[in-house]
């Protein structure tokens, strides 16, 4: 089973960026998809941004402009380009990617990594 790690992130001022990476144990193969979702304290998770395979991205509207997601197509890994940081950015994020089984989608989740934005 390949699992992940994220990395990049920590605190930052307001205006500051982070890029998050995401690290997998094996290549990965037959992805359908991977991500960003991000989870503040006593809220739900949601989704930040994603990107499909034939990199189509997909972008939540709170960071819209701001954030920009890539993968390496190497490995399909994502990566997170956060700019323009804002306090209500601060949560863990984790890393996500689908994959195509052979009978069925999964998905596998990184373990997440805290980004605090404040001054």
């Known amino acids: 089973q390949v699992q992940l790690v994220e990395s990049g992130g920590g605190l930052v001022q307001p205006g500051g960026s982070l890029r998050l990476s995401c690290a997998a144990s094996?290549?990965?193969?037959?992805?359908?998809?991977m991500g960003w979702y991000r989870q503040a304290p006593g809220k739900q998770r949601e989704l930040v941004a994603s990107?499909?395979?034939?990199?189509?991205?997909n972008y939540a509207d709170s960071v819209k402009g701001r954030f920009t997601i890539s993968r390496d197509s190497a490995k399909n890994t994502p990566f997170l380009q956060m700019n323009s940081l804002k306090s209500e950015d601060t949560a863990v994020y984790y890393c996500?990617?689908?994959?195509?089984?052979?009978?069925?989608?999964?998905?596998?989740w990184g373990q997440g990594t805290q980004v605090t934005v404040s001054s």
């Open positions: 996500n990617v689908r994959i195509r089984g052979t009978y069925y989608e999964y998905d596998v």
């Open positions: 094996m290549k990965i193969f037959s992805v359908k998809a």
């Open positions: 990107i499909t395979s034939g990199d189509s991205t």
